[in-house]
């Protein structure tokens, strides 16, 4: 079951779900509207290694908007920290995002019950596309879990800003070879 | 819960689902398989999120049309589909998804209370033909926790579409301000 947006309301008031900050004119029937924070980072190299932390850098939106150039991966941040710890949130595009060719994420729209903090949306256009800071970007909807709860413990909780993959914490050590 | 093939043929019956045109044949196990319309829009310029999108309009004969990586298309739904009880999630079905078509580009929420032919975001792996009215994907139908709002009564901007149609969020952002 989904939420529809008059108990998301209800559930950010009541603790159910925590949106900050929180704003009504943001919520849609089943789903909020989340706006694109002001940070993207870029991996600076040209071919990504899962195995290790790949250097990234920082780029600022400036007032004029920053533009999006296909074939290149952006990672961007939610300006609201979203999360539950009782429902199972999923972050798609909006529709007026999607019809601008921009996906804000890739085959992984589904959070973790207990995740709480700023998403970072993946931000790959088709078209060269020009975005500003602030805009509202995307739509977290909630879902109804089945089940006993294990809230999320992992490497990305209480995210602030882009995370950038990190796969490679999760790596047991190699075994020094034998010498 | 998602509703199965029978109990979106109920909620049609009972008035809750509305698809036009409706053909039992195309119910299927979970969903609704939907065609896709006879119209695209496509995009091959840069765009900027506070303008309007230019589009060429391509009317799609009975020969097809070859899609083209790199290549914005906005297309619809042959479909029109409104539910005030349910959500509604649109999708390409895995024939389609074979051929390396996306439907939508990360947007598939259809939230309760819409009226509309959906605005498809098609972007294509490798070149394809398709053709109008062919089936594309499937509509599933999501029951809902709380009081029910409409997407009519928020004033939202694609509340009644009836065909393709570019993006509007330039009117949220006058000289590129939020």
């Given at each position: 079951m989904i939420l529809t947006g008059p108990e998301i309301a209800?559930?950010?008031g009541d603790g159910r779900l925590r949106i900050s900050?929180?704003?009504?004119?943001?919520?849609?029937?089943n789903s909020y509207n989340v706006r694109l924070g002001s940070t993207l980072l870029v991996y600076a190299e040209d071919i990504l290694d899962a195995h290790r932390p790949n250097p990234t850098r920082h780029v600022e939106i400036s007032r004029e908007g920053h533009v999006l150039e296909p074939g290149q991966l952006y990672l961007g941040h939610t300006v609201e920290r979203v999360g539950s710890d009782t429902f199972v949130p999923l972050l798609f595009g909006r529709s007026s995002v999607g019809r601008?060719?921009?996906?804000?994420?890739?085959?992984?729209?589904?959070?973790d019950i207990g995740f709480h903090g700023q998403w970072t949306l993946m931000l790959s256009p088709i078209?060269?596309?020009r975005v500003y800071a602030g805009m509202k970007i995307g739509q977290i909807m909630f879902f109804v879990a089945v089940g006993p709860i294990t809230p999320y413990a992992g490497?990305?909780?209480?995210?602030?800003?882009p995370q950038a993959s990190a796969y490679w914490r999760d790596l047991v050590p190699a075994p020094r070879a034998a010498s | 819960m998602i509703l199965t093939g029978a109990a979106i043929a109920a909620a049609h019956a009972?008035?809750?689902?509305?698809?036009?045109p409706f053909d039992p044949m195309r119910l299927s196990p979970n969903a609704y398989d939907w065609r896709l319309g006879e119209t695209l829009h496509a995009c091959d310029g840069a765009l900027d999120a506070a303008r309007p999108t230019v589009v060429t309009e391509i009317p799609l004969g009975a020969s097809g049309f070859v899609l083209r990586p790199g290549v914005l298309y906005l297309g619809d739904t042959?479909?029109?589909t409104r539910s005030e009880r349910y959500a509604q999630l649109l999708n390409g079905n895995r024939t389609i998804g074979s051929l390396g078509i996306w439907v939508h580009v990360s947007a598939p929420l259809g939230h309760q209370g819409h009226a509309i032919r959906w605005t498809l975001e098609i972007r294509a792996a490798r070149p394809v033909r398709v053709y109008p009215?062919?089936?594309f994907g499937k509509l599933t139908f999501l029951h809902t926790l709380g009081a029910a709002a409409s997407y009519q009564q928020h004033g939202l901007k694609y509340a009644t579409s009836h065909g393709v149609e570019t993006s509007r969020l330039y009117e949220e952002l006058p000289g590129g301000r939020p």
């Amino acid at each position: 079951m989904i939420l529809t947006g008059p108990e998301i309301a209800l559930a950010a008031g009541d603790g159910r779900l925590r949106i900050s900050p929180f704003d009504q004119a943001q919520v849609n029937p089943n789903s909020y509207n989340v706006r694109l924070g002001s940070t993207l980072l870029v991996y600076a190299e040209d071919i990504l290694d899962a195995h290790r932390p790949n250097p990234t850098r920082h780029v600022e939106i400036s007032r004029e908007g920053h533009v999006l150039e296909p074939g290149q991966l952006y990672l961007g941040h939610t300006v609201e920290r979203v999360g539950s710890d009782t429902f199972v949130p999923l972050l798609f595009g909006r529709s007026s995002v999607g019809r601008l060719g921009l996906f804000v994420e890739i085959t992984a729209p589904i959070g973790d019950i207990g995740f709480h903090g700023q998403w970072t949306l993946m931000l790959s256009p088709i078209r060269p596309l020009r975005v500003y800071a602030g805009m509202k970007i995307g739509q977290i909807m909630f879902f109804v879990a089945v089940g006993p709860i294990t809230p999320y413990a992992g490497k990305y909780q209480s995210a602030d800003g882009p995370q950038a993959s990190a796969y490679w914490r999760d790596l047991v050590p190699a075994p020094r070879a034998a010498s | 819960m998602i509703l199965t093939g029978a109990a979106i043929a109920a909620a049609h019956a009972a008035g809750e689902i509305t698809i036009e045109p409706f053909d039992p044949m195309r119910l299927s196990p979970n969903a609704y398989d939907w065609r896709l319309g006879e119209t695209l829009h496509a995009c091959d310029g840069a765009l900027d999120a506070a303008r309007p999108t230019v589009v060429t309009e391509i009317p799609l004969g009975a020969s097809g049309f070859v899609l083209r990586p790199g290549v914005l298309y906005l297309g619809d739904t042959y479909e029109k589909t409104r539910s005030e009880r349910y959500a509604q999630l649109l999708n390409g079905n895995r024939t389609i998804g074979s051929l390396g078509i996306w439907v939508h580009v990360s947007a598939p929420l259809g939230h309760q209370g819409h009226a509309i032919r959906w605005t498809l975001e098609i972007r294509a792996a490798r070149p394809v033909r398709v053709y109008p009215r062919m089936t594309f994907g499937k509509l599933t139908f999501l029951h809902t926790l709380g009081a029910a709002a409409s997407y009519q009564q928020h004033g939202l901007k694609y509340a009644t579409s009836h065909g393709v149609e570019t993006s509007r969020l330039y009117e949220e952002l006058p000289g590129g301000r939020p």
